[in-house]
């Protein structure tokens, strides 16, 4: 990005201003990720798989 959101310091890290601007941003973006990751993890636990097999007897 080659923009300072923080400054460091010997033993102490400050938000620049630009740091506290983004922060509300990059929340969005993990609250977004999040949903992502549940949303598929959802969709992986309650599809129905089909894979062709029959449970009938004999030939079919």
Excluded: W
């Amino acid at each position: 990005m080659s923009v300072k959101l923080f400054e460091r310091g010997p033993n102490h890290i400050v938000l620049t201003t630009t740091g506290i601007f983004a922060i509300p941003k990059f929340k969005e973006i993990l609250n977004i990720h999040q949903e992502i990751v549940k949303d598929i993890k959802d969709y992986d636990t309650n599809k129905t798989i089909i894979n062709g097999l029959s449970c009938a007897q004999g030939a079919i």
